[in-house]
T-cell receptor, first 114, second 113 residues
Framework: GDSVTQMEGPVTLSEEAFLTINCTYT??????LFWYVQYPGEGLQLLLK?????DKGSNKGFEATYRKETTSFHLEKGSVQVSDSAVYFC?????????????FGSGTQLTVLP | GAGVSQTPSNKVTEKGKYVELRCDPI?????LYWYRQSLGQGPEFLIY????????DSGLPNDRFFAVRPEGSVSTLKIQRTERGDSAVYLC???????????FGPGTRLTVL
């Protein structure tokens, strides 16, 4: 079945540092790929997505490129801020029957220190 | 506009009891999903509704779990004879259609003592 493996946390960075959170996936077809973020005390929010190979999703300074050859969707940001502290989830969805259920990784806790 | 809402936000119950968790999706969203998130893990799919019908219930762990969406809007997740292993955060998400972005509610934290 489909699965998502993402970088173990927690990750602690200083403000303005470069961020990479690795994500690789296994899927039987051609999934769409997502990064969701969960800020403290809030629900899951879509951060960015990519629906086909070589697409780049971007939002709030974060980027991720859909790499079919390496089955990866790594999240990057050039300069993190304290407000980026959150848990980040990589996810995929693939049509299964009539559903587009999401399969999530286990999450990576990011803490950014001032 | 209003997002997905879930009630209660917290539920503490005793082993063997019955619980109901409610989800109010975004108005007009036809697709509704339930997920379960255990501590330190990502959410896991439980069931998906398109309109009033359960289109995919392959993620329900056993027959103690059941969900309904009788009028195609509000959904209720029902758990019978709760077990300590059912303790988790239960998340609801809705989307405009089945291939659209899923918007998540804040979740219901269920604790079974």
């Amino acid at each position: 079945g489909d699965s998502v493996t993402q970088m173990e946390g927690p990750v602690t960075l200083s403000e303005e540092a470069f961020l990479t959170i690795n994500c690789t996936y296994t899927a039987t077809g051609y999934p769409s790929l997502f990064w969701y973020v969960q800020y403290p005390g809030e629900g899951l929010q879509l951060l960015l997505k990519a629906t086909k190979a070589d697409d780049k999703g971007s939002n709030k300074g974060f980027e991720a490129t859909y790499r079919k050859e390496t089955t990866s969707f790594h999240l990057e940001k050039g300069s993190v801020q304290v407000s980026d502290s959150a848990v980040y989830f990589c996810a995929l969805s693939e049509l299964s029957g009539s559903a587009r259920q999401l399969t999530f990784g286990s999450g990576t806790q990011l803490t950014v220190l001032p | 506009g209003a997002g997905v809402s879930q009630t209660p936000s917290n539920k503490v119950t005793e082993k063997g009891k019955y619980v109901e968790l409610r989800c109010d999706p975004i108005s007009g969203h036809t697709a509704l999903y339930w997920y379960r998130q255990s501590l330190g893990q990502g959410p896991e799919f439980l069931i998906y509704f398109q309109g009033t019908g359960a289109a995919d219930d392959s993620g329900l762990p056993n027959d103690r779990f059941f969900a309904v969406r009788p009028e195609g809007s509000v959904s209720t997740l029902k758990i019978q004879r709760t077990e300590r292993g059912d303790s988790a955060v239960y998340l609801c998400a809705s989307s405009l259609g089945e291939q659209d972005t899923q918007y998540f509610g804040p979740g219901t934290r269920l604790t079974v003592l």
